[in-house]
């Protein structure tokens, strides 16, 4: 096989691969209802003028499957995790003791678990979109290549078997999160 063919296939490859990534971590971030501490990853908060995520000013941890805590490293900042937490919109409302941060996590009603389905279903047909993109980009510059037909019609299978592997990967993680978000 000519070795620009095979770095076209290669780069797809990497490509889908990245998608998948991104899906991961977009699924990561949809909530299941058992607390995390990943629910408060995209928490910023003001550390003496500068805006800080929340895992470098505090220790973050759950207690049980609905409670979370944030442990600040310096008590002064307190209010500060408080006002980020409440910025982030994220739904919860933080408590303090005096000394750390508590969150409840409410439970999930149907209804939220189906919003959250639907929300991981988007973001894999995002994915899903993606690899298909891959897909015509890797073809169109294959098809600029001079390169046999024969060789062409391979290199475009492979591509279309490396869719369709990424593609179901894309469905498996998605079967994944919704049995996780649907389970009371």
């Known amino acids: 096989m000519n070795e620009d063919v095979k770095f076209v296939i ?3 490859k990497e490509l889908m691969q990245g998608s998948i990534e991104h899906l991961e971590h977009e699924l990561t ?4 209802g058992k607390a995390s501490p990943i629910m408060l990853k995209s928490v910023m908060v003001d550390y003496y003028g500068a805006s800080t995520p929340l895992s470098q000013v505090a220790n973050v941890n759950t207690l049980d499957a609905h409670t979370i805590t944030v442990q600040p490293w310096e008590k002064s ?5 408080e006002k980020g937490i409440m910025a982030a919109n994220l739904g919860f409302n933080p408590m303090n003791n005096g000394e750390s941060v508590i969150i409840n996590v ?5 209804e939220r678990r189906r919003e959250l389905a639907k929300q991981a279903k988007a973001a894999t047909e995002d994915a899903k979109v993606s690899i298909r993109n891959d897909r015509k980009e890797s073809n169109s510059e294959l098809k600029k290549m001079e390169i046999s037909e024969d060789l062409l019609k391979n ?8 869719t369709q592997k990424y593609s179901k990967i894309a469905d498996e993680y998605y079967a994944i999160k919704e049995k996780e978000i649907m389970k009371v």
């Open 155 to 162: 290199a475009e299978i492979d591509i279309q078997e490396l």
């Open 10 to 12: 290669e780069s797809t």
């Open 77 to 81: 900042l307190i209010h500060e995790i």
């Open 29 to 32: 971030n949809i909530r299941a």
């Open 106 to 110: 409410p439970i999930l009603t149907e």
